[in-house]
């Protein structure tokens, strides 16, 4: 394992580790917790990490590799964490959502009757109106 090949590995595996920002840094640095939590997905620290394994082949795994793919699952493990946490944030919010909706659905579908009732009530009146009016001939009638 202490050839140069597993040495520049190594070295490339801490440069991922370093690169990553830590939950910590990004919690305090953003207020919105579903942001807070897509922030908190590691995906590019799982892209270099993936990136490593398959430069690697096909060929017989170490224990670098063992390394690598136990990181690359701790990290899988932690996206889905937060990606759940998310979800279930996107579900209170539209369950939220729900009532006002259905509150609004109600109050149209009213004054939509209501509507419909004057539009009745204004042609039964103007039919009405019609019946009592006086013909053309009766005007004319009148003039005589």
Do not use: N
């Amino acid at each position: 394992m202490s050839t140069p090949l597993a040495s520049q590995r190594l070295l490339r595996l801490e440069e991922i580790l370093a690169q990553s920002r830590t939950p910590a840094v990004v919690a305090d640095a953003v207020a919105d917790p579903v942001k807070r939590h897509l922030e908190s997905v590691p995906l590019e620290r799982i892209r270099q990490l993936t990136a490593e394994l398959e430069a690697r082949g096909a060929g017989a795994t170490d224990e670098i590799d063992a390394v690598v793919m136990r990181l690359l699952l701790t990290d899988y493990v932690a996206a889905v964490t937060h990606l759940r946490a998310v979800t279930r944030a996107a579900e209170a919010h539209m369950d939220a959502a729900s009532g006002p909706i259905a509150d609004v659905r109600q109050f149209v579908w009213r004054e939509l009757k209501l509507q419909e009732a004057r539009r009745q009530a204004a042609e039964q009146l103007s039919s009405t109106y019609e019946g009592l009016r006086p013909t053309r001939l009766q005007d004319e009638g009148s003039d005589v």
